[in-house]
């Protein structure tokens, strides 16, 4: 049977009645739905969709209010569809009122109709009921037509106890008080939208309100009351991207009112639901004490990216599943580029690359990777396209089409798509055809390129390119070359899949970084180019050349031997160099990876990444930052400390020294701030004295004297170094005050620390809380549990979660889950794994696969991954270790991993118990 609904009806419009006792803790729901539908052929059955509702009663009338018999309804579990059998045959074109009465159960997981719980100032837990729809969850919640294309009108009633208040997509239109003490909330019809974006929520939230008079908009929101004034930065920062967005889309926000709710431990950062939007709290709140710089900003492109949802999944709509890359791709783009406009120095739009994409060009790099187009059913399968390595490819290929056609050419065509598929159910052809017209209006593609051609090489064929450039000194000819980008060794793509793809080319002699436009063009179905010296564009043997400026293309680029010592050389010159801040980043990146894949050997990505002893780029330290930490830990062992310590030490010691330890909120910019705990985190890896003995004095006297001393930004790194050499007092008091600790920021600075301490008999300890269902005396979230769990694995103390993993596997089931947080943690374990800890790791997926916690793909994910993690240690460690020797000539002694450390350094950190800086 199919997954999909038949054709033969199709909603009109929902009424829809929901009653909660949530305040009595009471997860038990009730709900009537009267759906509208019209008959599209004619048939004598229903079919809609329902999981795990009760089916109390259910009607069926035609339009002059006459009952037609239900014979029998069936529920197909497996396909989570319901289907009326009737007695006659509907006719086409004529309406019907389907009504049924429901029963459900509040899910404890964001699907449906959830739960979820939170602690306000006082420890007092209260309970919150509030719908997750998204993707297909919306038939959990009640019976419905859970498909995108259709669109259709909601009137929404919820009955809910008189302490609470309810909300949804619409403003109230009344509430009526009910003898029983409740209250009924009723909502004004919706505009037309796809059940997915419906939204309903009951809490005993505060309420906060600002009204744009120029707008007739109410932006709104619904916190924890102890929380409101926390949502100043959200109103500032919505109220400035509301104008934005309309004068870029040339259209304004279609809703009367705009309003934001937290929830707890929600799987997604925030939902776009079209009026009621659904933050995690994490996502939403600023607390001027414990939110840091980059968690704002964070919060701020959280929130861009629900606000260009009102345009790309609201507005206009999408048909189904494997064209949610017209909307997702919009959206995590979006959130970068728009952010980079609000009043602050924040670097969006260089960590839309280093810190989005780079890291998830790796999903793409399988054999085994789907098309983004690819034709999907299956739940697994839909969630599937909304993963991060799908919506960055997506981001990415809508970014590339921008700089391909210029921004002001994009921005045209994209106001023509939103006017032209306003309210309606838009198809790739729609996109196509309105950028097409922008195009040619400005002439922006060669007559023999178009914009379906481009974007549907990319969209429809999986993976991405690999350009290879060959120089030619002699004749001063580049010959590039394209083929598909594998990582995994042995792959081969046989299929020989080709792109179109737009070159954008520097040179040492005209190193115009700006200029994105495409030189030239790899067509599909070419695998070879020539390209020659031109006007404008020109090198000789002893400049460098450099493809794919600002990283806009979605490829990696190898180059002849030669090539990439120039390159480097370039970098290793005076700093500034000449190369732009996002090819740095672009150079280290796809040096690194193309080592990992066996395309170059890995002294070729050394020789790039030592210049960044001199680079000050926050964006560009994101990129080195990942890489030398993936080798950080793939080369630990008994020669680390003479080796890529001492060289890892040698790339920071020059920060560390600049930054310091603690703040500076006088004289540190935004760049030092970011900058200062990656510097920290990757000087305290290599064992530098002066940075493990400042750290763990920093969390030795807070334990002492309860006076802070860690810096606002990233505090977990200064606390998960400190913890690696404090004692077992130290431990408990911060293991304590998570405990105590209510503030869900506050919190996640030791979630992600408290598992670096050093003895595994207490880490294993804390586990084992984690998974206690009978503590009364701390709560931990989902997302809370797989943080420490994270932590630990990436601390290095993999032997501990083994065990944990091994003897609690049952009861992790019941609490984390085996979610995607699971799934990529388990891999975490894999990439790095100590070859002595393969058998029993192997033994541990095998239990968790034969009891159902993982699949066997998953399984055999992480074996193949422990594996080739064997192999490149056995063929690259030595030769790094003898890069790093030459490097380092013509004397190689120990790198004094000094554990001496200054009276200066001690006198500092106790001066700042007693001598704060504010």
């Known amino acids: 049977m199919s997954l999909r609904l038949t054709n033969t009806t199709e909603p009109i419009a929902y009424e829809l009645w929901i009653e909660t006792k949530i305040q009595e803790r009471i997860l038990n729901y009730t709900g009537r739905v009267k759906i509208v539908l019209r008959a599209l052929q004619p048939t004598s059955t229903i079919v809609i969709n329902s999981e795990n509702l009760q089916i109390v009663n259910r009607t069926l009338h035609n339009h002059l209010n006459n009952e037609i018999q239900i014979s029998h309804h069936e529920e197909y579990k497996r396909e989570t569809i319901l289907a009326f059998f009737l007695e006659e045959t509907l006719r086409i074109g004529q309406n019907y009122v389907l009504d049924i009465h429901f029963k459900g159960v509040l899910q404890s997981i964001s699907r449906g109709f959830s739960y979820t719980r939170y602690v306000d100032e006082h420890g007092e837990t209260f309970y919150v009921a509030s719908t997750f729809l998204h993707v297909t969850n919306a038939r959990m919640a009640f019976p419905c037509y859970d498909e995108p294309h259709y669109r259709t009108s909601f009137t929404i009633h919820i009955t809910h106890h008189n302490s609470m208040r309810a909300a949804s997509n619409m403003p109230i239109l009344s509430k009526t008080n009910n003898s029983d003490g409740t209250i009924t909330t009723s909502f004004q019809?919706?505009?037309?939208?796809?059940?997915?974006?419906?939204?309903?929520?009951?809490?005993?939230?505060?309420?906060?309100?600002?009204?744009?008079?120029?707008?007739?908009?109410?932006?709104?929101?619904?916190?924890?009351?102890?929380?409101?004034?926390?949502?100043?930065?959200?109103?500032?920062?919505?109220?400035?991207?509301?104008?934005?967005?309309?004068?870029?889309?040339?259209?304004?926000?279609?809703?009367?009112k705009l309003e934001s709710v937290v929830v707890n431990d929600l799987t997604h950062n925030g939902l776009e639901n079209w009026g009621l939007m659904v933050y995690d709290s994490k996502s939403l709140l600023y607390n001027k004490n414990f939110t840091t710089p980059s968690h704002k900003m964070a919060n701020a492109m959280t929130i861009c990216h629900q606000l260009s949802h009102n345009y790309f999944g609201n507005l206009v709509g999408f048909s189904w599943w494997n064209h949610v890359w017209m909307i997702e791709g919009f959206a995590y783009y979006y959130e970068y580029y728009f952010t980079s406009f609000y009043p602050n120095d924040w670097p969006t739009n260089e960590l839309f690359v280093t810190d989005f994409v780079q890291p998830l060009l790796a999903e793409n790099s399988y054999l085994m990777t789907s098309s983004l187009s690819t034709y999907v059913e299956r739940r697994r399968d839909i969630e599937k396209v909304f993963s991060l390595g799908m919506t960055s490819k997506a981001a990415s290929i809508i970014r590339m089409c921008e700089h391909m056609l210029g921004r002001t050419t994009f921005q045209k065509g994209l106001q023509k798509y939103v006017k032209d598929m306003a309210f309606k159910v838009a198809e790739p052809k729609d996109f196509y055809r309105n950028i097409q017209e922008a195009a040619d209006e400005d002439n922006s593609l060669p007559r023999d390129v178009n914009v379906e051609d481009v974007i549907n090489s990319w969209i429809d064929q999986p993976g991405y390119p690999l350009l290879t450039v060959m120089r030619n000194y002699d004749s001063n000819e580049i010959v590039v070359n394209q083929q598909r980008f594998l990582s995994s060794r042995g792959e081969v793509d046989n299929e020989r899949i080709t792109w179109y793809i737009p070159l954008s080319i520097n040179t040492a002699r005209n190193p115009d970084m700006n200029n994105t436009m495409p030189r030239a063009w790899l067509k599909q179905g070419t695998r070879e180019l020539v390209i020659r010296t031109e006007e404008n564009l020109t090198w000789t043997s002893d400049d460098w050349v450099l493809f794919n400026v600002q990283q806009t293309g979605y490829y990696r680029v190898n180059y002849d031997l030669h090539n990439w010592k120039l390159l480097a050389n370039d970098l290793y010159g005076e700093y500034p160099c000449n190369i732009g801040t996002i090819n740095r980043a672009q150079l280290i990146d796809d040096s690194f990876s193309l080592a990992y894949s066996d395309n170059i050997q890995f002294t070729v990505a050394l020789d790039i990444i030592k210049y960044v002893k001199f680079e000050r780029e926050y964006s560009v330290w994101v990129t080195a930052n990942r890489h030398l930490l993936s080798m950080d830990r793939k080369l630990q062992g008994d020669s680390y400390e003479l080796y890529f310590g001492r060289f890892l030490q040698h790339l920071t010691d020059g920060h560390f020294e600049r930054l310091d330890v603690f703040e500076d909120n006088l004289r540190d910019c935004t760049s030092n701030t970011f900058l200062r705990p990656i510097i920290v985190h990757l000087a305290c890896r290599s064992g530098s004295g002066k940075c493990l003995t400042a750290t763990r004095i920093m969390v030795t006297a807070e334990a002492l004297t309860g006076h802070v001393l860690a810096p606002r930004e990233r505090p977990s790194v200064y606390y998960c170094h400190g913890l690696k050499n404090a004692d077992e007092n130290t431990f408990q008091y911060f293991w304590k005050k998570l405990k105590s600790l209510t503030n869900d920021q506050e919190r996640k600075n030791l979630v992600h620390s408290i598992g670096c301490y050093h003895n595994s008999d207490s880490v294993y300890s804390l586990l084992l809380e984690t998974v206690d269902l009978n503590a009364t005396d701390v709560f931990y979230t989902n997302y809370e549990r797989h943080s420490i769990l994270w932590n630990i694995i990436r601390n290095g103390d993999v032997k501990v979660v083994m065990r944990f993993l091994r003897e609690n596997h049952n009861t992790i089931a019941r609490t984390y889950t085996y979610n995607f947080r699971m799934e990529n943690n388990l891999k975490e374990i894999a990439d790095c794994l100590p070859e002595e800890y393969h058998q029993e790791y192997?033994?541990?997926?095998?239990?968790?696969?034969?009891?159902?916690?993982?699949?066997?793909?998953?399984?055999?994910?992480?074996?193949?991954?422990?594996?080739?993690?064997?192999?490149?240690?056995?063929?690259?460690?030595?030769?790094i270790e003898n890069w790093i020797a030459g490097y380092f000539q013509p004397k190689l002694e120990n790198s004094g991993m000094d554990i001496t450390v200054s009276t200066l350094v001690v006198l500092i950190a106790i001066g700042h118990i007693f001598f704060p800086i504010y």
């Open 842 to 879: 192997t033994e541990i997926l095998e239990m968790l696969a034969a009891e159902g916690h993982i699949s066997r793909s998953l399984m055999e994910r992480c074996i193949i991954d422990m594996e080739n993690h064997r192999i490149w240690v056995n063929e690259n460690k030595i030769k």
């Open 189 to 256: 019809e919706s505009v037309s939208m796809s059940v997915n974006l419906v939204a309903f929520t009951v809490c005993n939230y505060g309420s906060r309100k600002v009204v744009i008079e120029k707008k007739n908009l109410e932006i709104s929101f619904l916190v924890p009351k102890h929380q409101l004034d926390e949502t100043d930065f959200a109103v500032d920062f919505i109220t400035f991207m509301v104008d934005k967005l309309e004068e870029y889309f040339g259209i304004g926000y279609n809703l009367p």
